[in-house]
């Protein structure tokens, strides 16, 4: 014998079984060929010339003596210091600018390198 709740579950609630109000169907007919044809209409854009890809972060052959200091943990006088005694990395001097070369920073780095001593 069949139950009363054909349509229902036990609870009142409609079954997923039971299909859709034609109306429902049409509905959603409409909403989904919409979306399709909106989908078509989409304007692709033209594909833009490619420039080359610049890396987030350029590559400093040359620093200034703010950015040796920061890299350093030490103040621009300490560097200025050293340059009037001789000290410190050796440095370009152009248009009245102190630049330091990178490489000439990693080989005074390289050569202050502290080893373990017996």
């Given at each position: 014998m069949k139950s009363p709740h054909t349509s229902t579950e036990a609870h009142g609630h409609p079954s997923s079984a039971t299909p859709r109000p034609e109306s429902t169907r049409d509905v959603l007919d409409v909403l989904?060929?919409?979306?399709?044809?909106?989908a078509l209409r989409e304007i692709q854009p033209?594909?833009?010339?490619?420039?080359?890809?610049?890396?987030?972060?350029?590559?400093?052959?040359?620093?200034?003596?703010?950015?040796?200091?920061?890299?350093?943990?030490?103040?621009?006088?300490?560097?200025q210091r050293w340059r009037t005694v001789g000290e410190g990395p050796p440095y370009l001097k152009i248009v009245g600018k102190v630049l330091y070369r990178l490489k000439d920073i990693e080989a005074y780095e390289e050569a202050s390198l502290v080893r373990k001593t017996f």
């Open positions: 989904a060929g919409s979306i399709a044809r909106t033209e594909p833009l010339l490619q420039a080359q890809k610049v890396p987030a972060e350029p590559s400093r052959e040359l620093l200034t003596e703010k950015m040796l200091a920061d890299r350093w943990v030490c103040s621009v006088a300490r560097l």
